[in-house]
């Protein structure tokens, strides 16, 4: 569930800040209301589940917050998450178990962009997985010390050329031997795996905007193929609506609080990125998922969105409680029988409602009608 509070307080993290989750009724609700009312409807989805509209909003009992009322497709996608699928995803991408690559089975001991072979291989297996989906997929090359490594973008087009949102999350990983062990369950397997799963749901329905997935390489060598990647975004020209990218979401200490952890730009810049960070909120609370939201403003460098942030780029990290993180953090025995697969289901769940409902959006209408509040500073 979100933390809802009619003011909102500054916590204390460590080396950190973040606020509770906080909104109120804008004055201008009527209007906007209204303007909702005439909203289009979201496309026809691709498989038998029923043509649902957009979910009005409906006051709390409070009458100060606002939140998404369930929409019943959505539901039906939050549904096709399963644990087994998630765990079986992950023990691929770590090497618990082999995986087919071009026909044949193989094992990633490591994915380290370090490891040349192996993390070609892994990028193949990615590329080979968005196109069984029937999803349009390339590699997006960038230059490294050693050669050239690879990140691979899936793309899932809407009814609206100027609305494109993305997901993602970095493929590779690390430890103390990259070049021949480095399971990377938690970082970042976990991350790769909820862009693979939320694919795998989204890519049966029709959007309003344009759904993008993409694992990046040489995160762990300092963001290097997220850096490239945004350049040749910004380049391009490319309409990019919000970034939600996932970063170890799969470790929780069991009976502690499911507490998931959102970055956000801290400045004037940061209320753009909370447009992401409301509408999480909202699935959570909606859709009764057991997970607590708690937004950052620490402007965090050490994962991919910082890519997008540093070309003016909405973004969001997402990312389990630092202050609760995995203990085998870039060791070996980071591995898939350590993650919390409740918390990691409940995550992903989470992930797949917010990318549907961005996507269903009309992006002229701002969403999720909360007044953007600054974070309360000392």
Avoid at 254 to 268: E, F
Wanted: hydrophobic letters at 40%; charged letters at 15%.
């Amino acid at each position: 569930m979100v933390n809802i509070s009619s003011n909102p307080q500054l916590l204390q993290n460590g080396r950190q800040q973040h606020a509770k989750a906080s909104f109120r009724r804008p004055f201008f609700l009527p209007w906007l209301m209204l303007a909702f009312l005439f909203m289009g409807q979201a496309a026809a989805p691709l498989t038998s589940l029923p043509q649902t509209p957009y979910s009005l909003l409906r006051l709390q009992p409070d009458g100060q917050s606002l939140a998404l009322i369930p929409d019943p497709a959505v539901q039906g996608m939050i549904n096709q998450v399963q644990s087994s699928t998630l765990y079986n995803y992950v023990a691929g991408l770590s090497g618990e178990q082999s995986v087919t690559i071009g026909g044949a089975p193989f094992t990633l001991y490591t994915r380290s962009t370090t490891a040349a072979t192996y993390i070609e291989k892994a990028t193949q297996y990615a590329y080979e997985h968005f196109q069984s989906l029937g999803l349009a997929v390339s590699y997006h090359t960038w230059q490294y010390s050693s050669g050239q490594r690879r990140n691979v973008a899936a793309e899932q087009p809407g009814s609206d050329p100027n609305c494109l949102y993305l997901l993602t999350a970095h493929l590779d990983d690390t430890s103390p031997t990259p070049n021949s062990q480095a399971p990377g369950a938690d970082d970042n397997a976990s991350g790769a795996t909820g862009v693979l799963v939320a694919a795998d749901i989204l890519s049966r329905y029709q959007f309003t905007c344009t759904l993008r997935y993409v694992l990046f390489t040489g995160e762990e060598q300092g963001l290097l193929g997220s850096e490239a990647y945004a350049q040749n975004a910004a380049t391009r020209g490319d309409p990019i609506l919000g970034v939600l990218n996932l970063d170890m979401i799969a470790y929780n200490t069991p009976g502690s609080p499911a507490t998931i952890k959102m970055n956000i730009r801290s400045g004037p810049n940061g209320d753009q990125d909370r447009v992401l960070t409301n509408m999480v909120s909202d699935v959570i609370q909606a859709y009764q998922l057991n997970l607590t939201a708690l937004v950052y403003a620490s402007s965090d460098s050490r994962s991919d969105q910082y890519s997008f942030w540093m070309k003016g780029f909405p973004a969001v990290e997402v990312i389990e409680d630092w202050d609760d993180h995995t203990p085998d953090y870039h060791t070996t025995n980071d591995r898939v029988g350590t993650l919390n697969m409740p918390y990691f289901t409940a995550y992903v769940k989470a992930m797949v409602g917010a990318m549907a409902h961005l996507g269903k959006v009309a992006p002229s209408i701002p969403m999720p009608f909360h007044s953007y509040l600054p974070l309360v500073k000392r």
